[in-house]
């Protein structure tokens, strides 16, 4: 069973700070990439970082050097930490495998300038 629950998400100032929590079933963490997916209206959902079972990260050019990604083995969890904040990082977020499974709710991001 494929179970993601994520929280943090919030409004927040351009320029602030979010941390973005995800709470997965232990069957579809262990030994899989994590990673957490945006998805703004109009468009599709979007990788945007990525951390192997290993620790190694990736993150698609916008956000990097902006949003960290980490994950607890011990916990099941997938954090997301996304500093100066941009209008155009407001989106839902989702955390899931890669590839992906089935979505949980995601997390609402909205930035206001």
């Known amino acids: 069973q494929v179970h993601l629950v994520e929280s943090g998400g919030g409004l927040v100032q351009a320029g602030g700070s979010l941390r973005l929590s995800c709470a997965a079933s232990?069957?579809?963490?262990?030994?899989?990439?994590m990673a957490w997916y945006r998805q703004t209206p109009g468009n599709q959902r979007e990788l945007v970082a990525l951390?192997?079972?290993?620790?190694?990260?990736n993150y698609i050019n916008s956000v990097r050097g902006r949003f960290t990604i980490s994950r607890d083995n011990a916990k099941n969890t997938v954090l997301l930490q996304i500093n100066s904040l941009k209008p155009e990082d407001s989106g839902v977020y989702y955390c899931?495998?890669?590839?992906?499974?089935?979505w949980g709710q995601g997390t609402q991001v909205t930035v206001s300038t």
């Open positions: 951390v192997s079972s290993g620790g190694n990260t």
């Open positions: 232990r069957n579809i963490f262990s030994g899989n990439t």
């Open positions: 899931n495998t890669v590839p992906s499974q089935n």
